[in-house]
């Protein structure tokens, strides 16, 4: 059985930083392209950053230069450092798995808050 267990979340001042992690277990780990997405309440789940198995990085536009992805394959971990936080990266942040069968999984989600 896949589990992805989020961490990290939290309230935060804007311009201030967060690291999320996200542990998996029940999947070949280093063979696994991992993401994390957002969602604002009503609107759809939107992709933040993907990191390829072979630790190739991509971002939305928006979060390009602030928040960085990165794996541990040895911890079975994928993390998203942000730094300067804007209110509008408010959200709930969800782990994301992509097997090399080509399946997704997802985290529960942990909250990311960034007051004025």
């Known amino acids: 059985q896949v589990q992805l267990v989020e961490s990290g979340g939290g309230l935060v001042q804007a311009g201030g930083s967060l690291r999320l992690s996200c542990a998996a277990s029940?999947?070949?780990?280093?063979?696994?392209?991992m993401g994390w997405y957002r969602q604002v309440p009503g609107q759809q789940r939107d992709l933040v950053a993907q990191?390829?198995?072979?630790?190739?990085?991509n971002y939305v536009d928006s979060v390009k230069g602030r928040f960085t992805i990165s794996r541990d394959n040895a911890k079975n971990t994928v993390y998203l450092q942000m730094n300067s936080l804007k209110p509008e990266d408010t959200a709930v942040y969800y782990c994301?798995?992509?097997?090399?069968?080509?399946?997704?999984?997802w985290g529960q989600g942990t909250q990311v808050t960034v007051s004025t």
């Open positions: 994301n798995a992509e097997s090399i069968w080509r399946r997704e999984y």
């Open positions: 029940g999947i070949i780990f280093r063979l696994a392209a």
């Open positions: 990191i390829s198995s072979s630790g190739s990085a």
